[in-house]
Nanobody, 115 residues
């Protein structure tokens, strides 16, 4: 089945940067929707950003101007560049893929922003 493998999480100080990566086990060329979600224990899982097959993208208002989502179809990779990180960005971040009417999730990677 489809597998998504994430990397790039870690701990940083406020104002720092991280780049998350997600490798997909299938070709993501064409009409797949890929996205990043994040979740804090006890809270709902929220959409952070998503990118479509034409490379158009949408981001959560609270991260606009700081986070950039992108995809490399040739390498079957999804990225999330996170700059000017804030403590409120602390969460587990999940890679998401919608393909052939089904949804798939990565294992999640922890991002911690603290002083």
């Amino acid at each position: 089945q489809v597998q998504l493998v994430e990397s790039g999480g870690g701990s940083v100080q406020p104002g720092g940067s991280l780049r998350l990566s997600c490798a997909a086990s299938i070709n993501i060329f064409s009409f797949n929707i890929m996205a990043w979600y994040r979740q804090v224990p006890g809270k709902q899982r929220d959409l952070v950003a998503r990118v479509f097959s034409d490379n158009s993208a949408e981001v959560l208002e609270s991260v606009a101007g700081r986070f950039t989502i992108s995809r490399d179809n040739a390498k079957n990779m999804l990225y999330l560049q996170m700059d000017s990180l804030k403590p409120e960005d602390t969460a587990v971040y999940y890679c998401f893929l919608r393909w052939m009417g089904s949804t798939y999730w990565g294992q999640g990677t922890q991002v911690t922003v603290s002083s």
